[in-house]
């Protein structure tokens, strides 16, 4: 049932996964499920990157470097985690939205497109088992010296996947009649 999928979406993070790689099957069916993401006006805003292999290690040492040359105190923690944590995932997938030429709507709302691409992505990813993490740090501005991004194209984070072996713990929320006014 899908609202037992929804409870159950948690993120997982690079440090929890395993070295189990991730099948290229498996990759393109969760850009599959993107890619049935609600669109104002069908413009269809996501774009994503997948990076594997040698990428992943080159988006870690990127990352790493631009934290050293962008923060004015680096900490060797941090520094650590952005080399690390790409080189843990089975994969990573950059996430950029494509803004519409003709700006026929609001930037907003592909934004919003966009985020439920993702949304659709980490639904799949619970289902099948595998561990994801949305990840939008500070850096994402400089993404665009990493990747090839096209005119009106910005990349809004980094989607790291991978395999666990550990059990995610259940979640709480605050009760939904907290956040609900009735109008009647």
């Known amino acids: ?30 850009l599959e499920a993107a890619n049935w993401a609600p669109t104002h006006k069908k413009t269809e805003p996501w774009r994503f990157k997948v990076l594997l292999g040698e990428p992943k290690k080159q988006l870690g040492q990127f990352l790493s470097k631009k934290y050293q040359e962008t923060e004015a105190r680096p900490k060797q923690i941090k520094i650590k985690k952005l080399l690390e944590n790409p080189e843990r995932a089975g994969a990573v997938i950059a996430i950029c939205m494509q803004r519409d030429p003709k700006e026929s709507l609001p930037e907003w709302e592909e934004i919003a497109a966009t985020a ?53 713990p259940e979640q709480t929320r605050i009760p939904i009649a907290d956040k609900v006014t009735w109008m009647d």
Request: with cysteine; hydrophobic share 40%.
């Open 1 to 30: 049932m899908i609202f037992d999928l929804i409870k159950k979406r948690r993120s997982v993070f690079p440090v929890q996964y395993n070295s189990r790689p991730i099948a290229t099957t498996d990759i393109e069916k969760i």
């Open 116 to 168: 439920m691409a993702v949304q659709n992505m980490w639904l799949c990813c619970t289902e099948m088992g595998i561990g994801s993490y949305w990840s939008s740090p500070g850096l994402i501005q400089y993404m665009g010296e990493f990747l090839d991004l096209n005119e009106g194209e910005k990349c809004l984070g980094l989607f790291y996947m991978g395999n666990y072996d550990e059990e995610i």
